[in-house]
């Protein structure tokens, strides 16, 4: 993926933070976003030190647009990519740039004009209070904002929602897709940057990664804002690619976070909840076709042997998720991670 950057970087005199504000820098990636990110830049308020205008090989040329309407504007920066890399490679550019130019925070932004440039204080103040390394928008949190959301987004973002609380382990977030987050500088340079997905599964494979950290993440109420514009997730992604990235994010996740880095009981009860579940279903199986096959009735013994496993294994596999939904990460991590800015 090359990338250069069309407008020079700013002065060594503007990573300084004035006071203890922190440096901000919002990321935006953009395709095919012409007609709305002149006012998506317009609505970013001065306490935002740099925006990164990241132009991922858009057809209808917004880098362009954007400096020709903000070369006044120091802090505006338009990076291109020579071929599209997707909004998850157009925002890890954007980290990227904002980490070489020592931003504290960093939000993302995307450039459709869907979310509101004015709530980035709101965004951002968990992480400058110290109560979370990374924030997101929650478009589901004020109802009466939904009757602008389409049917169709509700209901796939609802059933989303339920599979990322189970491959993220952040049983207390919703709406997972929403690409309006911040996240401290900290966070960021321990993140696998390389590993992270490219494409629309970006913002859930983020929270995966995160989790795997045990970063405090934390949801902000955001109103949902839908005009004109069309959605470039597909159907085939929706119901058959997402499903699946998050079944291996969830093994992933499991093997991670109870085997390799821990052991505790709820590992015990994972492993033996399944064992048995699965002996049982197996079991009852064979018997049921030989029984079947010499038109026989199963004992009560046999019938007892089948389904006590599956019984017992149940509560476990229950004792296991009741445990992992009160594992949340609960103590942020990015005061107590090395400041390892140049």
């Known amino acids: 993926m090359a990338a250069n950057v069309a407008v020079e970087n700013a002065d060594e005199s503007d990573t300084e933070v004035s006071g ?17 990110i002149l006012s998506v830049i317009r609505g970013i308020g001065p306490d935002v030190s740099l925006i990164y ?66 709530e980035i204080e709101l965004l951002i103040r968990p992480i ?10 929650n478009r589901f949190w004020r109802l009466e904002g939904l009757r602008s959301m389409p049917w169709v987004r509700l ?9 990322s609380k189970l491959s993220t382990g952040y049983w207390n977030l919703f709406d997972p897709a929403n690409g309006f987050t911040a996240i401290h500088a900290n966070v960021v340079r321990e993140l696998p940057l390389g590993k992270l997905s490219r494409r629309y599964f970006f913002e859930s494979d983020m929270l995966f990664r995160l989790n795997t950290l045990q970063a405090v993440v934390v949801d902000v109420p955001m109103m949902a804002r839908y005009a004109d514009e069309t959605s470039g997730l ?30 505790t009981f709820a590992s015990i009860s994972l492993v033996a909840g399944a064992v048995m579940v699965l002996f049982g279903f197996v079991f009852g199986a064979i018997q049921w076709t030989n029984l079947a096959r010499n038109r ?3 004992s009560s013994g046999t019938v ?11 509560q476990l596999l229950l004792s296991f998720v009741s445990s992992d939904m009160t594992n949340v990460p609960r103590d942020p991590i990015h005061n107590r991670l090395p400041d390892r800015r140049d």
Request: proline share 4%; net charge neutral; charged share 20%.
């Open 128 to 137: 400058v209070e110290g109560r979370a390394d990374y924030a997101k928008g």
């Open 155 to 163: 209901i796939g973002s609802a059933g989303m929602s339920f599979l």
């Open 234 to 263: 597909n159907v085939w992604n929706a119901l058959v690619a997402f499903p699946l990235y998050h079944a291996r994010n969830f093994v992933k996740r499991l093997f991670y976070n109870y085997f390799l880095r821990n052991f």
């Open 20 to 36: 203890n504000r922190p440096r901000l820098a919002v990321v935006i990636p953009c395709y095919r976003v012409s007609q709305q």
């Open 304 to 314: 007892m042997l089948a389904a006590l496993p599956v019984i017992l294994g149940v």
């Open 53 to 118: 205008c990241i132009d991922d090989a858009c057809p209808d040329g917004s880098g362009q647009v954007v400096e020709q309407h903000f070369q006044n504007d120091s802090r505006v920066h338009v990076v291109r990519h020579e071929t599209n890399a997707g909004v998850g490679g157009a925002v890890v550019t954007g980290y990227l740039q904002a980490l070489r130019e020592r931003a504290e925070i960093i939000i993302k932004l995307d450039g459709d004009g869907q979310m509101d440039p004015a």
């Open 296 to 298: 026989e009735f199963a």
